[in-house]
C-alpha cells in the first residue's frame, strides 16, 4: 500500500518544518526523475514510481542524521502506516551494493536491522530505480551521474562502498536505458543547465553535525 502522491507531498512539507534543508526537494526531483523514466518503460507504474521517489528520504524527517539512521527511520516511519513499498524503498535506496554492502555481522542498530533486511531483500526494478534517481536528482534540478558522485563526495568525504557503487549506478542506467529506448537524461528536465551549475556543497547550521 502507498499514501497518494498529494499525501506523499503534504508528508514532505511536514518533514520541512520538523528538519529544513534542501533535502526535501531534492526528494521532489527524485520523485519526478523516476516518473519520468517509469513513463518510459511498459511494465512500470509512474504514479507508484513517484512516490515512492517522493519519500526515499522521509526518514530525514528526524533531524540531521547519518545515512543509515535516516535510511531506518524512514523505515519506521513508514511501516505502521501501511506504506510498505515506500518503506522498502527508504531501507535499499542507499544501497546499490545491496547485501555486498554488509561484509560481516553488524552489532548495532541501525545498522543491524538494515543489514538483516538488505540481506533478504532482491532489488527489483523500483529498488533500482530509485538508487538511479536518488543519484541524478539535487535540490536545484538534475544532474549527470558524475556530477553528482562529485557533489556527494564533496560532502561526505570518500566512502569505498560508494566509491564500488557507482559502477553498479551506470549499470543501472544502461538497464533502464534499454528499456526505455532513449537516454535517461532525455526525460530530466533541464539536465543540460542545471548540470553545469556548481553551487557550493550545503553545510547543515553550526550547531549540527554533517548528515
Not at 528538519?19 to 516518473?35: Q, Y
Not at 513508514?78 to 554488509?102: N, Q, V
Not at 560481516?104 to 532482491?122: F, Q, T
Not at 549499470?171 to 548540470?195: A, H, Q, R, W
Request: with cysteine.
Amino acid at each position: 500500500m502507498l499514501p497518494s502522491a498529494y499525501e506523499a507531498l503534504k508528508e514532505l512539507d511536514i518533514a520541512y518544518e520538523l528538519n529544513p534543508g534542501p533535502w526535501v526537494d531534492h526528494s521532489k526531483n527524485v520523485g519526478i526523475a523516476a516518473r519520468n523514466i517509469a513513463d518510459k518503460i511498459d511494465t512500470m507504474d509512474p504514479d507508484k514510481a513517484y512516490i515512492v521517489g517522493l519519500l526515499h528520504d522521509i526518514g530525514r524527517r528526524v533531524g540531521i542524521v547519518d545515512i543509515p539512521t535516516h535510511v531506518y527511520e524512514g523505515y519506521v516511519y513508514c511501516t505502521p502506516k501501511g506504506w510498505d513499498e515506500a518503506a522498502r524503498i527508504c531501507m535499499t535506496h542507499s544501497y546499490l551494493l545491496m547485501d555486498k554492502e554488509f561484509d560481516r555481522e553488524e552489532k548495532d542498530e541501525p545498522l543491524k536491522s538494515i543489514s538483516a533486511y538488505i540481506r533478504n531483500c532482491v532489488a527489483d526494478d523500483y529498488d533500482r530505480l530509485i538508487q538511479l534517481c536518488d543519484a541524478l536528482a539535487v535540490d536545484y534540478g538534475f544532474v549527470i551521474l558524475e556530477k553528482r558522485f562529485v557533489d556527494v563526495t564533496r560532502r561526505y568525504g570518500i566512502m569505498e562502498n560508494y566509491i564500488r557503487g557507482w559502477d553498479v549506478a551506470f549499470n543501472i542506467k544502461e538497464y533502464f536505458e534499454k528499456k526505455m529506448g532513449c537516454s535517461i537524461y532525455d526525460v530530466l528536465p533541464g539536465i543540460e543547465k542545471t548540470t553545469l551549475l556548481s553551487p557550493k556543497p550545503w553545510k547543515p547550521p553550526a550547531d549540527q553535525s554533517e548528515s
